[in-house]
Nanobody, 129 residues
Framework: QVQLVESGGGLVQAGGSLRLSCTAS????????MAWFRQAPGKEREFVAG????????DYLGSVKGRFTISRDNVKNTVRLQMNSLKPEDTAVYFC??????????????????????WGEGTQVTVSS
């Protein structure tokens, strides 16, 4: 059983930065595709960023590309999301997710929630204008 615990959310002014962390326990983290999703009030949950295990390929939601960076530390079983130049529209609950299917070759993190079998409980990010 894989467990994911997020940390690092909070309140920040527009233009500021936050770093989210997600630590995994159980399973072989170095083989997981990891992703961050977010859900704003009244909206559906959406893919924000993902990183594949085999080739460290990164994928981003268009509106965060250039501002957010996903990274992973396979020694610490941790995936991080560095968020810079935050905007009020980034306000949401951010979720960490794990896809334990090991992908080899030309792989990209899926943007589909159903591909991720394990989820954290989420951490709130609020960006004030």
């Amino acid at each position: 059983q894989v467990q994911l615990v997020e940390s690092g959310g909070g309140l920040v002014q527009a233009g500021g930065s936050l770093r989210l962390s997600c630590t995994a326990s159980g399973g072989t983290f170095s083989r997981f595709t990891m992703a961050w999703f977010r859900q704003a009030p009244g909206k559906e949950r959406e893919f924000v960023a993902g990183i594949v295990a085999s080739n460290s390929m990164e994928d981003y939601l268009g509106s965060v590309k250039g501002r957010f960076t996903i990274s992973r530390d396979n020694v610490k079983n941790t995936v991080r999301l560095q968020m810079n130049s935050l905007k009020p529209e980034d306000t949401a609950v951010y979720f960490c997710a794990a896809d334990v299917k090991y992908c080899v070759g030309l792989c990209h993190a899926s943007r589909l929630e159903d591909e991720y079998g394990y989820w954290g409980e989420g951490t709130q990010v609020t960006v004030s204008s």
